[in-house]
């Protein structure tokens, strides 16, 4: 496992941090649409896991929305006289919405869940909510991109990577050592208040490098953006194991030999992403 799980780093990280640096934004945005297509084919699992009908219905759907947002908001049309696109904009707002409902979802689960867990249609409303404004996010940051700072949106999303591996790895070593208390048992029995902390603490390092290359930046705004981003992460993470739990699977997909699926690769990004675009959005632009 461990093995595999090397190998598939080896050249999914390439071509990951080559498709954010040198894509330009139009193609980025295509690039992403069967990468989501894949995450929604996986989501209809979620939805019913013995359903192939229901798994190729969701994946048409999100497919569909995928392709029209690149067509009503081409990548290089998103920024019009300094202002981001409505639609993005919609998108990435109700993304933060539906993070800040996710967290009552966890919070309370497993009483949460009985309105919810036997309906395919909130269940496939759940998983647009989660994939559409993460693919939004994700264009409006590479966006960023410009004639005099070409590798700015790049970097940006970057930064949120960073963030999420930072938050994730300390969060492992943290609750290996030091784990003694669960923090929410019913939806995910492996993580714990001092893994959180740690992951957290982890984050600390993202924030002194940034403040390293970009002293100018004024630190306690960056230390908050980063924490809440990686707080977002964490919930990212815990909703994915809460919906699978439900639909008693254990990974997402068997794509990436290791890791799972690519929802299970993106379960925390697809929270960040959104709740760190807003904020860039708001204090930085």
């Not at 598939?8 to 069967?34: K, N, Q, S």
């Not at 290359?213 to 705004?221: A, F, G, K, Y």
Request: hydrophobic residues 55%; glycine residues 8%.
């Amino acid at each position: 496992m461990l093995k595999q799980r090397i190998i598939t780093a080896l050249w999914l990280i390439p071509l990951v941090l080559g498709a954010i640096f040198y894509l330009p934004p139009v193609y980025f945005a295509w690039a992403l649409v069967p990468v989501f297509a894949i995450a929604a084919r996986e989501w209809g699992r979620i939805i019913d896991p013995s359903c192939d009908i229901t798994k190729w219905s969701f994946t048409c759907t999100v497919a569909v929305v995928l392709v029209a947002i690149n067509f009503i908001v081409p990548a290089d049309e998103i920024w019009m006289r300094g202002q981001l696109h409505p639609v993005m904009l919609a998108l990435i707002i109700l993304g933060v919405l539906w993070w800040c409902f996710t967290l009552l979802l966890v919070l309370f689960f497993p009483k949460s869940s009985n309105w919810w867990k036997h309906s395919p249609m909130l269940k496939s409303m759940f998983g647009q909510l989660t994939l559409l404004p993460c693919f939004a996010a994700l264009i409006t940051i590479k966006s960023q991109d410009s004639l005099a700072n070409p590798y700015l949106g790049g970097t940006l999303l970057l930064l949120v990577m960073l963030v999420v591996w930072a938050a994730d790895s300390g969060a492992y070593f943290a609750g290996k050592s030091f784990g003694r208390h669960k923090l929410i048992a019913r939806v995910s029995p492996g993580k714990t208040v001092e893994g959180l902390l740690g992951g957290l603490l982890t984050t600390l390092i993202v924030v002194a490098g940034v403040m390293y290359c970009s002293p100018e930046q004024e630190w306690r705004l960056v230390a908050i953006v980063t924490l809440v981003t990686a707080l977002a992460s964490a919930l990212g993470d815990l909703s994915e194991s809460m919906f699978k739990r439900v639909a008693n699977i254990k990974d997402s997909g068997s794509i990436l030999p290791g890791h799972g699926g690519v929802l299970d690769r993106i379960d925390s990004l697809t929270a960040a992403l959104p709740v760190f675009a807003l904020l860039y959005l708001i204090f930085w632009m």
